[in-house]
């Protein structure tokens, strides 16, 4: 079998695989997707006090980069 004919057969194994898993995706029922998180029921405390903590230390890098010009 010279190497033209390995990449025939690599080329055939491939496209027959390719086509035995979209057959088999047909078949397969779906996955249920799950219902996204709502966001009532969270922290707000603990969001308010992330936000604060994000917005200080964006603060004080502006603050040190600022004074590096």
Same mark, same amino acid.
């Given at each position: 079998?010279?190497?033209n004919?390995k990449k025939q057969?690599?080329a055939l194994a491939a496209?027959?695989?390719?086509? &035995?898993?979209?057959?088999?995706?047909l078949?397969t029922?779906?996955?249920?997707k799950p219902?996204p998180? !709502?966001?009532?029921q969270?922290n +707000?405390?603990? +969001?308010s006090?992330? &936000?604060? /903590? /994000?917005?200080?230390?964006? +603060?004080? &890098?502006?603050?040190?980069f600022?004074r590096? !010009?």
């Open positions: 079998m010279d190497a004919e057969a690599a496209v027959a695989m390719y086509i &035995q898993t979209e057959e088999e995706a078949v029922p779906p996955t249920p219902e998180r !709502r966001f009532d969270g +707000l405390w603990g +969001l006090g992330r &936000q604060s /903590m /994000m917005s200080m230390r964006n +603060l004080m &890098q502006m603050k040190t600022n590096l !010009r």
